[in-house]
Each structure stands twice: as C-alpha cells, then as structure tokens.
C-alpha cells in the first residue's frame, strides 16, 4: 500500500507542477526567450535521465537488440504522433505556437488533445518505472519529469489563451490534459504488480528503455528542430545544464 501510494504521490506532484505551470501563463505571461531556457533546460534533464539512468539499468537486464528495440519503440511512436496527429509536446514544439496555429485551434485541438494525453501517460508510467526500480533511477526519473512538466504548462496555457480561451477554461483544458499523468501512473502500477519475480526486471527495463527513447525524441526535438533558431547559446547552455543537473543527481545518489 506505502509503495503504491508513493507512486500516486509522485505522480501527482508532476501534474500540479504541469497545472501550475499553466496557471502561471494565466497570470505572468511569459517571453519566448525565457520560455526556450526552460525548454532547453526540461529537455536536457531528458537526455540526462536516459544517459545516466535509464541505459546503463536496461542494459543489466535486457539484450543489446531488446534494449535497442525497446528505445526504438519510444522513439518512433513519439515520431509519428508528431507527424501524424500532432506535436506530442506543446513545451518542445513552442515555436510552432505563433498567431496562425492559434487562430486555427479549433480544427486541431482533437489532435493535439490526442498527442498530450499519450505524453503525458508516458510521463506517468515513466515514473512509476522509475520508483519501481529504485535508486538512483527513481529520482533521476522524478527530477526529469517534473522539471519538463513546469514549461510543458506554460506553453499550453499560452497557446489556449492565445486561441482565445477565457483563463478559467484554458486552466481546466490544462488540468485535464494533464491529468492522464496520473493515469500513466496507475497503468505502471498495474502492469508492474501483474509480472512474477522471474519476468519483473525484463518488463521494467524494457518498459524504461521504451521511455527513455521517447524523452530521446522530446530532447532532440526541442534542441535540433526549432529552439536552436532563437538563440544557439540560450539554448546550449540551459540544455547542457539540465543534462550536466540529472548526472550530477545521479553520481550523488549512487555515491551515497
């Protein structure tokens, strides 16, 4: 019971970081510049927890191929939601939020509902992976998502105030989006308590590795695609920060 509700805690806390970070767009506007340091600094927690936590704990478990594949699934269904529904991360794809794709909103608020919800579950069951692995991973994987989830807000309170939603409906729209964070967590904790002992270990590493592939797209998306045109140094030094902020998290915890 103690485990299954740090899992719901955990999760919980990055929805109310997320919703918070919508309501701070409602009141405190932010500017593009700031917006893509925070961007680039979520994202470099990304890669980090991927580099420093999510690989080298897959690899015990799983075989080259299978950790291969397993990032490669991550990777490639973020991918195609972004190419065929919609930008799978409001956060990462903010310079595409300008006057147009407001104006336009209602014909693409279904897809990007859509596109929300599965990152968001992702995150959920990323972090319930990640607590039930333990260690160092556990709080690697927490930092990273809740660090991503404060921008990931804003930018989706901006662009519903954009589209012309009154503060209240877009916070809600925000909060409900949001909320399949928590989902994700539950589906983790399911999954996870249905596994023996024998399989427990492969299906978390693998479910780990599926994760870290799709924080590998959500990092280089946001660095590689859009950002690095509104500033290289803005966006280079916050993203490093964040990768250089989830190792030194991680040597310090294994230190420990």
């Given at each position: 019971?103690?485990?299954?509700?740090?899992?719901?805690?955990?999760?919980?806390?990055?929805?109310?970081?997320?919703?918070?970070?919508?309501?701070?767009?409602?009141?405190?506007?932010?500017?593009?510049?700031?917006?893509?340091?925070?961007?680039s600094?979520?994202?470099?927690?990304?890669?980090?927890?991927?580099?420093?936590?999510?690989?080298?704990?897959?690899?015990?478990?799983?075989?080259?191929?299978?950790?291969?594949?397993?990032?490669?699934?991550?990777?490639?269904?973020?991918?195609?939601?972004?190419?065929?529904?919609?930008?799978?991360?409001?956060?990462?794809?903010?310079?595409?939020?300008?006057?147009?794709?407001?104006?336009?909103f209602?014909?693409?608020?279904?897809?990007?509902i859509?596109?929300?919800?599965?990152?968001?579950?992702?995150?959920?069951?990323?972090?319930?992976?990640?607590?039930?692995?333990g260690?160092?991973?556990?709080?690697?994987?927490?930092?990273?998502?809740?660090?991503?989830?404060?921008?990931?807000?804003?930018?989706?309170?901006?662009?519903?105030?954009?589209?012309?939603?009154?503060r209240?409906?877009?916070l809600?729209?925000?909060?409900?989006?949001?909320?399949?964070?928590?989902v994700?967590?539950?589906?983790?904790?399911?999954?996870?308590?249905?596994?023996?002992?024998?399989?427990?270990?492969w299906?978390?590493?693998?479910?780990?590795?599926?994760?870290?592939?799709?924080?590998?797209?959500?990092?280089t998306?946001?660095?590689?695609?859009?950002?690095l045109?509104?500033?290289?140094?803005?966006?280079?030094?916050?993203?490093?920060?964040?990768?250089?902020?989830?190792?030194?998290?991680?040597?310090a915890v294994?230190?420990?």
């Open positions: 019971m103690d485990h299954s509700l740090s899992i719901i805690g955990r999760v919980v806390l990055a929805f109310v970081l997320a919703v918070g970070g919508g309501a701070l767009s409602m009141v405190a506007p932010m500017s593009h510049r700031r917006l893509c340091a925070l961007i600094l979520a994202a470099g927690t990304l890669l980090g927890v991927t580099l420093f936590s999510i690989l080298p704990e897959a690899a015990t478990a799983l075989g080259w191929w299978q950790l291969v594949v397993a990032l490669a699934s991550g990777y490639v269904v973020f991918l195609l939601i972004s190419k065929y529904v919609y930008h799978v991360c409001p956060a990462c794809a903010a310079s595409h939020f300008d006057e147009a794709t407001t104006h336009r209602s014909e693409i608020a279904s897809a990007l859509v596109a929300l919800a599965v990152h968001s579950t992702m995150d959920g069951l990323a972090i319930a992976a990640g607590h039930e692995h260690g160092e991973t556990d709080l690697t994987m927490l930092l990273a998502v809740c660090v991503h989830k404060v921008p990931e807000g804003l930018a989706l309170g901006a662009l519903l105030l954009g589209a012309g939603y009154s209240g409906r877009a809600a729209w925000v909060a409900a989006v949001e909320a399949t964070t928590i994700g967590g539950v589906i983790g904790l399911a999954m996870f308590s249905q596994h023996d002992h024998a399989h427990h270990d299906w978390l590493a693998a479910v780990l590795a599926h994760a870290g592939g799709g924080f590998v797209f959500l990092a998306h946001a660095v590689l695609g859009e950002l045109k509104h500033g290289k140094a803005l966006v280079l030094a916050n993203f490093l920060a964040g990768v250089a902020l989830i190792g030194a998290a991680a040597a294994h230190a420990w």
